[in-house]
């Protein structure tokens, strides 16, 4: 029991910030994982839930000020009476962290027993608390206030002490002060099972009233100093899909064991639990990491212990950790549209948590998740490598997406075409390997390159060719259906001599020529509406021709050499001689006609002899007999007068 207390002096902790009185034994060298770790528990009520009956003889109050020979579990103490008291958390700050709060009984004895088992021989052991004295300095008890000293002791089952360790009088602070006490000591060979004890020294009375938390019963070891190789620090990130070889190791100084055994361990879990590390038995470990290597933080320790102990977790000390961080692969998926023909938008989208930047297939890159080509062309057909970057520099490159663009036809419809009305023509379509013409109206067959049309009016076709990749072109084609000519010369017409008059001649028919023979007389003969002034009856021919042929039409043209009224008429419905008809006074439009009866009186006038006289006055017949007539031509010659006989 007492080469435990003849270590060299790194393993001891000499308390300087204390009185001698009041030097702690805490492990220096390196604490494997707690065999006993009592933290009370946390919760957001005040009172916590009391201890098993056999840990400790004191009675449990619920209250977090008990009374002497009383304790509770408290997440926050009381100011006691007369403020008295220290109001604290745990010696963590966890406002809903329990511990424990005792005011000890008026003779000294103990507050906290456990057994524990199932220890390994040669092996050394920390026991320790956090300990506060709750009373304030000058509190209502004055300068005498009694001060809580506390022995820790280990013990066999029998009561022999095997190591123990007095704190001494635990001064009051202004403020409360947790600190941590406790001792350490190394097994015999034979050792499995002991008894913990703390005990209060201190007589009862006003005063020696403590707060207790974070019990530990634990292995000690020599100082292992666990890094990672070529790293300023303990922690090292790595990306899932980068392979990495990490090579751990750990400074170890001497220690209490006389034959150390060294294991890796790992743990994926925050430390709460842990594995060992296949064939890591040395100082050094490397440790290989994988694309599969699971992400989140990979903690590695070294473990020590006697030899034969190493695979019992209670006899094991173990080193600082290391910490892998495995960061994600940021993760991406490409969608994209299927094999496009040459000028149809083609699109592609990333999706992912992380800004994308793309690399095209001519090596230029872009940022965004989304790449829009309105007019794809074969330049852009290719690989697209889409690039994530997470916020820990972590990158991953998709390369799943490969543009096609198949190239499109070239559709030629041929040259425009005349055609006569009621002939034919063939289309001459190329440039693919399908054919579609529309309209179909008057087409020999609308889906080969080379149809016959035959189309009744002018027609304008559309030809669609498609390749073998169903990629298309238009071009069209007009079929202009040319008309037969047609001639009108118009009605026949009169003109007085030394007068002309109008031809209204018209025509049809598609790009149509015409002109008018004889040219003798004519003002033009090219145009439709010549004026004619002929000496004699003439017969006028209007001829007009178009590709598809020629026409023609006659009209003559009566030539008067003088008025001549005619000196009698009977206008009896009989057809015959019905109207005073006087042809020539056509060549005078403005000549003004007047016919008196024998007393003088008017019964007919007219200016401009369109409507023959029809023997009426007042649309009632005028008597038969014999009338006159005065015809003035309007055009400064002599009036011309006489007498027209009614019948």
Same mark, same amino acid.
């Given at each position: ?12 902790? $000499? ?76 010696? @963590? ?46 509190? %209502? ?6 001060? !809580? ?22 001064? $009051?602070?202004?403020? !409360? ?45 020599? +100082?292992?100093?666990?890094? %990672? ?19 751990? +190791? ?32 040395? =100082? ?7 694309? +599969? ?44 549209? $299927? ?73 030629? =419809? ?45 027609? @304008? ?23 037969? !000519? ?47 002034? !002929? ?5 006028? @021919? ?81 008597? =038969? ?23």
């Amino acid at each position: 029991m007492l080469r435990s207390l003849l270590k060299p002096l790194s393993v001891l902790i $000499p308390c300087l910030l204390i009185n001698l009185a009041a030097c702690t034994q805490l492990c220096q060298g390196t604490l494997g994982d707690p065999v006993v770790n009592i933290t009370f528990g946390s919760g957001a009520a005040l009172i916590g839930s009391p201890l098993p009956s056999w840990i400790t003889n004191y009675t449990f109050d619920y209250s977090n000020g008990p009374g002497d020979t009383y304790y509770t579990i408290a997440n926050l103490s009381s100011t006691g009476a007369g403020n008295s008291w220290h109001s604290t958390t745990d010696h @963590t700050g966890d406002n809903n962290g329990y511990f424990m709060i005792v005011n000890a009984s008026y003779s000294p004895g103990d507050f906290y027993l456990d057994t524990i088992h199932h220890l390994c021989g040669n092996t050394t052991y920390e026991f320790a608390s956090w300990i506060v004295n709750l009373n304030k300095p000058n509190s %209502i008890c004055g300068a005498g206030v009694i001060r !809580p000293n506390i022995t820790f002791s280990i013990e066999k089952l029998n009561g022999a002490v095997l190591a123990s360790f007095t704190t001494g009088a635990i001064e $009051p602070t202004n403020d !409360p002060s947790w600190l941590q006490y406790g001792l350490f000591f190394t097994t015999q060979p034979n050792t499995r099972d002991v008894v913990i004890r703390m005990k209060n020294n201190a007589p009862g009375g006003c005063g020696n009233d403590l707060g207790l938390d974070d019990i530990t019963f634990r292995p000690c070891g020599r +100082n292992a100093s666990a890094y %990672i190789e070529s790293m300023s620090g303990n922690r090292i990130n790595i990306c899932q899909n980068q392979a990495t070889t990490v090579k751990l +190791n750990a400074m170890i100084s001497a220690g209490t064991e006389e034959d150390p055994v060294y294991q890796w361990q790992t743990s994926l879990d925050s430390g709460q639990t842990w594995q060992d590390v296949t064939n890591a038995n040395s =100082a050094a470990c490397t440790i290989n990491t994988t694309t +599969n290597t699971t992400t989140g933080m990979h903690l590695y320790r070294l473990s020590i212990a006697e030899s034969g102990n190493i695979n019992t977790p209670s006899c094991r000390a173990a080193s600082n950790i290391d910490t892998l961080v495995i960061y994600p692969t940021p993760a991406i998926t490409i969608s994209g549209t $299927p094999p496009v023909c040459a000028g149809t938008a083609l699109d592609i989208i990333a999706t992912g948590t992380y800004p994308i930047q793309w690399r095209l297939p001519s090596q230029q890159t872009i940022a965004g998740s989304t790449i829009h080509i309105a007019s794809a062309t074969e330049k852009d057909a290719g690989k697209y490598y889409a690039i994530a970057t997470s916020d820990k520099g972590c990158t991953y490159t998709d390369s799943g997406f490969i543009a096609v663009i198949y190239p499109i036809p070239i559709a030629n =419809a041929g040259e425009n075409v005349n055609i006569c009305k009621g002939s034919s023509t063939l289309l001459q379509g190329t440039g693919g390997t399908i054919y579609r013409w529309t309209p179909v109206t008057a087409l020999s067959d609308s889906h080969i390159s080379t149809p016959q049309a035959s189309p009744a009016a002018t027609t @304008t076709y559309l030809l669609t060719v498609s390749n073998q990749f169903n990629c298309t072109d238009t071009a069209s084609v007009t079929v202009s259906v040319q008309s037969l !000519p047609t001639a009108n010369a118009g009605e026949d017409k009169w003109v007085v001599y030394g007068q002309s008059v109008q031809l209204n001649g018209s025509i049809t028919g598609t790009n149509s020529l015409f002109y008018w023979t004889p040219e003798i007389y004519l003002n033009n003969s090219h145009i439709l509406t010549p004026r004619v002034s !002929p000496e004699h009856d003439t017969t006028y @021919t209007l001829y007009v021709s178009n590709n598809c042929g020629q026409a023609s039409d006659e009209v003559f043209v009566k030539v008067y050499r003088q008025v001549e009224a005619p000196n009698i008429f009977s206008p009896n419905g009989d057809g015959i001689y019905d109207t005073w008809n006087i042809p020539a006074l056509t060549g005078y439009p403005n000549a003004e006609v007047s016919v008196f009866s024998r007393y003088g009186m008017r019964v007919f006038y007219s200016k401009g002899y369109h409507t023959p006289w029809n023997g009426s006055y007042n649309n009632k017949k005028v008597p =038969a007999g014999t009338y006159y007539y005065v015809i003035d031509l309007k055009d400064n010659s002599p009036r011309l007068s006489g007498s027209v006989t009614v019948l």
